[in-house]
């Protein structure tokens, strides 16, 4: 099958299954997969124009609502932080699309690119699972421990099961807002963080995801966690939206430069990471978390490497 936008000719079967497998582990690792579509994109597609930064993010449109749902349903949202984190982000994209259009339309260039922000991810991923970095994260994970304990009797008492509606007590709701912080109440403690550093640092991930086509979520929550020390619990989902609006608006910002996306071949990279994504979750607890990092950190730390040596040599 010709896909006349991007020129690639693929069975439509291939792009679907490839994201299918492709979030089914990136998901259980907590990462998402559209970091890793593009290049199969790239080098396996040979889909190397400009258009195919936005195609990407339609992986997002079509694969992220699902989860959006569920944390909105469960009142886990946590607005101050998703607010903020668009506001940063959408002016990065803007300039990350300039960038993508102006500076990177040689695919040779492109390339290099991918593979500075892969051998980030992977690496990251990597050194996650090293001794230095778990006594690092020690503290956090003490503390998000102490998040869950708290969360979990707050549930017993209310008689709410998973999936449902959280009681009022352990929703998050906004304490106190203004240009310099933000604060938020999330079972009965406050949590406060810097208004313009978050904002530089959601503009610095808008500007990587509007030149790479990915949302940034799996970037700038870690940053949330470990930096501003908010609560996973309360910043996951936000990260989500943000990844999501981010994502339209992106692809709202090559039209408007004139760059179209090949929506057929975005929705059917995002039909299968939908399916992978509700897959990976279902299969997360029977597989190890670390094998699964370690192995994410090793195909996507190789794969960075082959991009950058590939541009010298």
């Known amino acids: 099958m010709l896909f006349p936008v991007s020129g690639v000719e693929v069975n439509p079967l291939i792009p679907p299954l490839v994201a299918l497998v492709v979030s089914t582990f990136t998901s259980m690792g907590g990462v998402s997969g559209a970091f890793l579509l593009l290049p199969f994109q790239v080098s396996a597609l040979g889909f190397c124009t400009p258009a ?8 997002n449109i079509m694969a992220i609502p699902s989860g959006v749902y569920r944390y909105l349903r469960e009142g886990r949202m946590n607005w101050p932080v998703a607010v903020v984190t668009i506001l940063g982000t959408l002016p990065g994209l803007w300039f990350g699309a300039v960038i993508r259009c102006d500076w990177l339309p040689d695919p040779k260039h492109f390339k290099l690119f991918i593979g500075c922000v892969l051998l980030y991810i992977g690496l990251r991923l990597l050194y996650d699972q090293t001794p230095w970095a778990k006594r690092k994260k020690a503290k956090i994970l003490e503390f998000e421990a102490q998040v869950q304990a708290r969360l979990a009797q707050v549930l017993k008492e209310s008689g709410v099961t998973a999936g ?3 009681p ?3 929703r998050v709701k906004t304490a106190a807002w203004n240009l310099k912080s933000v604060s938020y109440e999330f079972l009965g403690e406050i949590f406060t963080f810097n208004t313009p550093a978050l904002f530089l640092l959601s503009l610095v991930v808008g500007l990587i ?4 086509g990915i ?3 799996s970037i700038i929550a870690p940053f949330l966690a470990a930096i501003f020390k ?11 939206l943000g990844t999501l609006v981010t994502s339209v608006a992106g692809v709202g910002i090559y039209y408007a430069m004139g760059i179209n996306p090949d929506l057929a071949l ?5 039909i299968g990471g939908f399916i992978g994504m509700y897959i990976g979750a279902r299969l997360q607890k029977y597989i190890s978390g670390k094998v699964i990092r370690i192995g994410l950190g090793v ?4 794969l960075a490497l082959r991009y950058i040596i590939g541009y010298f040599f």
């Open 52 to 59: 195919v930064s936005p195609t990407n993010l339609v992986f």
């Open 164 to 166: 449902q509606a959280l």
């Open 168 to 170: 009022t007590a352990a």
């Open 215 to 217: 949302g940034g979520g």
């Open 230 to 240: 908010l609560p996973m619990y309360t910043i996951a989902g936000a990260a989500l």
């Open 266 to 270: 975005g929705a059917l990279f995002g």
């Open 299 to 302: 195909v996507i730390s190789s």
């Open 209 to 212: 995801g509007g030149t790479y």
